[in-house]
């Protein structure tokens, strides 16, 4: 099949390679041009790991180009895939500008039958506008269908080539076989629902995630007063099947460029329709505040923060990924830098991005986590990144000035810290934590 990916972010540039794959002719399109010429240099536009090397293969082998011009694109595919950007407004609510921009330029450049698919996350009744839109721009006849993207950063060619599902959406049952050989190769378990129901699969998927977060981060604060291990709780409850284990990493709470959008929107859809969604905004609120559970902790420990060197390990909002939208660590650095503290940072792939968001003078850069260690008194691990995880903490330890380690995502165990002479504070974990004990005690003298 012939299609056109309009947005080469990472659901556009994603799907466009592997749909390219699957042996269809694919055209990624984007307005910026150095995106393009990026990509026609085989360079990707977005860190992915794996995702390069596909670009050369689809487009050595003549399945997959790029291109600036929408029109043209539009009228060589059958299938025109939406995936262009839907950033959040200031008051939570979707921007569906990008969309609507492209879905004119669609319209006025159709010739013909088309099929419009639209793979970016929008809200509930878009489509629909989608379809009114284009009908009073042409005669040509076309199918909209809804096919929310569920991919996450960091394993996104994963994800797509091997979805726990496909959500298509759509009123018309002669897509159907369509859709199914589009996916061929790939996956054959499509789930087919109507068009609204696809765009809520989405919002509604989004949320559970981050409602399961919030909870486990909820579960890890009572686990820290009374004295129980919040990751043998999680892998506990995740044995059972109902539940699941993922999505119970209790930490510094969730970021990215997904979650807190989505989260925020589906609160103001609800609102659009006069519903309170109080669980929704609870697990928005818990979420917001959690980032912030590194400053007493350090105070607790460090005393005060006015001169203290913090070093910070990782800025992404999580790892394999140079993605900072929406990542905790800025506010956390935020905090230091307003409590007189040096800051120390280090993140193998995300420090540029991060800076050019956010500098100050209290800020160091560095280039080796180790770097970051020396003549601390703190470290925060804020980010999960391998790189941490496999470090020799003795050696760490032994550059340290004062020798905190504050783990806001539970990496470590106990084995690793023992004998490194690091004070250790991880998240709802109190017996590997040095500042608990006495909690712990306190909750056994209550006979909790
Ligand atoms: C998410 C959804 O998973 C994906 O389906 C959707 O298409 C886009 O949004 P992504 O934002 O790439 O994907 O990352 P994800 O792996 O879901 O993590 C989101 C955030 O939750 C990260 O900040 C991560 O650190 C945090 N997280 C995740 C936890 O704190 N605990 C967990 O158990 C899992």
Redesign the pocket.
């Known amino acids: 099949m012939k299609l056109a990916v309009i947005g080469t972010g990472?659901?556009g540039l994603v799907s466009g390679v592997c749909f390219a794959l699957g042996e269809n002719q694919v055209i990624c399109v984007d307005k910026d041009v150095e995106k393009i010429n990026k990509l026609n240099r085989m360079e990707s536009p977005i860190y992915e790991p794996g995702i390069e090397a596909l670009i050369e293969i689809n487009f050595r082998e003549g399945r997959l180009s790029f291109s600036t011009d929408l029109q043209e694109s539009v009228r060589c595919s059958d299938i025109i895939i939406l995936a262009v950007g839907t950033p959040s407004l200031p008051n939570g609510e979707v921007n569906l500008q990008y969309i609507e921009d492209a879905v004119i330029e669609i319209a006025n450049a159709m010739d013909g039958y088309k099929i419009i698919m639209t793979k970016s996350?929008v809200v509930v009744g878009t489509n629909e506008k989608i379809r009114k839109m284009i009908s009073d721009r042409t005669t040509h006849p076309f199918d909209i269908v809804s096919a929310?993207?569920?991919?996450?950063?960091?394993?996104?060619i994963r994800?797509t080539l091997h979805p726990d599902r496909v959500v298509i959406g759509l009123n018309n049952p002669e897509l159907v076989p369509i859709m199914r050989q589009l996916h061929q190769g790939y996956t054959d378990n499509i789930f087919v629902t109507d068009i609204r129901s696809a765009e809520m699969i989405?919002y509604a998927?989004?949320a559970f995630?981050?409602t399961?977060?919030s909870f486990?981060?909820e579960i890890s604060n009572i686990c820290e007063k009374v004295g129980a291990d919040v990751t043998e709780v999680?892998e506990g409850m995740g044995m059972d099947r109902r539940i699941g284990s993922?999505?119970?990493?209790?930490?510094?709470?969730?970021?990215?460029?997904?979650?807190p959008k989505?989260t925020n929107a589906l609160i103001q859809i609800a609102g659009n329709v006069d519903y309170d969604f109080k669980l929704l905004q609870s697990v928005v609120e818990v979420n917001r505040e959690r980032r912030f559970m590194i400053i007493p902790k350090l105070r607790e420990s460090l005393g005060t923060l006015n001169g203290a060197v913090i070093g910070i390990w990782g800025l992404a909002?999580?790892?394999n990924?140079d993605?900072v939208r929406?990542?905790?660590a800025r506010e956390i650095i935020e905090m230091l830098v307003a409590e007189g503290a040096i800051v120390k940072l280090y993140d193998p792939i995300a420090a540029d991005n991060f800076r050019q968001q956010y500098d100050h003078p209290q800020l160091r850069w560095c280039s080796l986590p180790e770097e970051a260690a020396e003549d601390s008194d703190a470290i925060c691990l804020l980010?999960?990144w391998g790189v941490f995880k496999d470090i020799n903490l003795q050696k760490v330890a032994n550059v340290m000035h004062r020798k905190v380690l504050i783990d806001g995502?539970n990496v470590y165990t106990k084995e690793q810290i023992e004998g490194t002479g690091l004070s250790y504070y991880s998240i709802g974990r109190p017996q590997l934590s040095g500042l608990n004990d006495s909690v712990v005690i306190e909750a056994v003298e209550m006979n909790l």
């Not at 993922?246 to 979650?259: K, N, V």
Request: proline share 6%; with cysteine; net charge negative.
């Open positions: 990472y659901v996350t929310p993207e569920f991919l996450r950063e960091g394993s996104a994800d989405k998927s989004n995630l981050a399961k977060i486990i981060n999680a993922s999505f119970l990493q209790a930490g510094i709470g969730y970021g990215g460029s997904c979650f989505d909002f999580k790892p990924t993605d929406e990542t905790p980010t999960a995502r």
